[in-house]
Structures are given as C-alpha cells and as structure tokens.
C-alpha cells in the first residue's frame, strides 16, 4: 500500500460477531478513492467474533489480543501494524455511508492543520448524536451536572456547555473535542502525541487525546459532510456503560486536573449521580443512575 494515499481502518471488536459484517461492507463503500486495509482488532471477544471474521471478508486482517486490552489499548495494536499514511478508527457498531471516509481524507488534505477529523454521527433513527463532537469538560459543566441545570436544559449554551449549544453539526468547524467513534488521523501525527493513552479502558480516551491534539496547536475540525449511522452500546448494557463513562472520566480529571479543581469535580458527580438514583429510586424505577451510584466506590478511583 502507498502509505501517501493509503488509509488503514481499525475496528475494535469485543462480542462484535453480529455487527462485523455490515460494519466492514460500509467501510469499503465509504473509501473508493484510497487504498484501503482494514484491521479488525479482536480484544478477546467470548462470542465467536474471530471464527464470524473469517466468513465475512478474507481480506481483512485480524489482530488477537490475548486479554481485552480496552478501546485505547486496541486501537494502538491496531495502529501499531498499519501500512497506511492516515487511520480511520471505526465502532464496530457504525456504518459510515458511502464516501464519508473518502470526505475524511479529503479534508484532511485540505486543511492539513488538524490532527484528528470527525464525522458527524448520526442514530438509527436518523437523530443526531450530540456527542461526535463537544467541549472539553470544566467545572461548570459538572455544577449543571450535579444540579440537573443540563438536563433541565439540554443543549443549552449556558446550562449545558458540553453539547455546543444549539449548533446542528451541519457546517465544518474546529472544535474542542471529539469522539472515537468515526474518525480520522494522519499516523505519524497520532503517534506524535503519544497515540492513545491507554490507562483508559474506555471512554473519555478520546477526550484526552483531542486536549492534547489542541495543546499541541493540531485542534480537532469537525467534518459534517462524512456521515456514519452508529447504533450505539453494542459492548455494555446502560447500566455497566453508566460506571464506564464515569470512570473515564474521573481518570481523565487525574490526568489534566490540579488535586484541587479535581476533587471538586468528582464531588459534583458524586452529587449528580446521587440525585438521579434518588429520582429513580422515587420513582420505584431501577436504571442506569441507581447502578451507577452503587458502584461510586469503584468509578470514582478511574481506571
């Protein structure tokens, strides 16, 4: 492959079998104007995913890890054997549409100042996904969080800080961060930063590497045109995600934040976690808040 134009897409998969197949057969419809490798990097799935690899596409190539080493440690391993110039990361649960990924590269090419470009991500349904791009996380964020000012008014620009406000993706912009989910990188870019971090297991792993892209002066840029349809929680149940993007983000608040300003935030999701499983528990409702707030004593420590 010429790694110039060449792009490498890694898939991590963990009981990913029933996904893989349309997952791989929207990626080769999204990149017709590079060459293209796909790697799949099996983080030692229980559910046959490997034996399902070897039906869907001989040309893939499959990277088995020995132990679930995570998204961010998967990723790396993927990365660590690609031949092409730019790395589109892929969720095994996403279908990017026809040319998103060529969409991808091309803005790379056209505005080279970026370190990671994500497309918009969109449901099912068709709704859009708020998160494929957001700010960085500050304690303001966190006192909307813990007094339900966030959830009162979602999407606000003042009460609800990490959605961007009222901003429908629909035009390019450079943002403060992105998601994981779809997205591109130049690999040599990528591994200047220090690749992914892999104390996170998962979640927020991307929030980190796109603060670090914008200290290094590379902010991510939002592509509006490259599209993926994501069907969302395809590894963990609501409940089990619930205390992973807690833990994601207290190891994330460990590694940027003073002790002080830290302490103060894992506070006030202390706080807001509490209230929802109140509101749940009231209201005689079991739920992800409630399985959360149980387990305090384990995502509160990070990864």
């Known amino acids: 492959m010429s790694e110039e134009r060449g792009v490498t897409v890694v898939v991590v998969a963990y009981n990913s079998a029933t996904h893989l197949a349309t997952c791989i057969a929207a990626i080769r419809d999204a990149c017709r104007e590079h060459e293209l490798e796909v790697i799949v990097v099996d983080n030692d799935s229980p559910d046959g995913t490997r034996l399902a690899l070897a039906t869907i596409d001989a040309e893939v190539r499959l990277v088995e890890m020995r132990r679930n080493a995570g998204f961010a440690g998967a990723c790396n391993a993927g990365v660590a054997v690609a031949t092409g110039g730019y790395i589109c990361f892929v969720n095994p649960d996403a279908r990017p549409r026809p040319g998103a990924i060529d969409a991808l590269v091309a803005a790379a090419h056209r505005r080279p100042d970026h370190l990671l470009y994500a497309g ?51 035009d390019e912009r450079v943002v403060p961060a992105v998601s994981g989910a779809f997205l591109l990188t130049r690999r040599e870019d990528f591994l200047s930063v220090g690749a992914f971090d892999e104390r996170y297991f998962m979640y927020s792993e991307d929030i980190d590497l796109s603060s670090r892209a914008g ?40 590694a940027h934040w003073t002790p002080l300003r830290r302490a103060l935030a894992v506070g006030l999701l202390h706080v807001g976690t509490c209230s929802r499983a109140a509101g749940a528990l009231v209201a005689g409702r079991g739920g992800k808040w409630r399985e959360a707030w149980s387990e305090r004593r384990i995502w509160r420590q990070g990864w």
């Open 120 to 170: 918009k991500v969109v449901t099912v349904a068709g709704a859009l996904d708020d998160g494929c791009c957001s700010a960085l996380p500050t304690l303001w964020e966190y006192a909307c969080f813990a007094t339900g000012l966030s959830t009162a008014f979602p999407r606000s620009r003042w009460f609800d800080p990490a959605a961007l406000g009222s901003w429908d993706r629909g």
């Open 215 to 254: 200290a290094a002066g590379l902010p991510p840029l939002f592509v509006p045109d490259a599209v993926a349809v994501h069907d969302g929680g395809g590894s963990s149940p609501s409940g089990a995600k619930t205390t992973m993007v807690l833990r994601g983000k207290v190891t994330y608040l460990r």
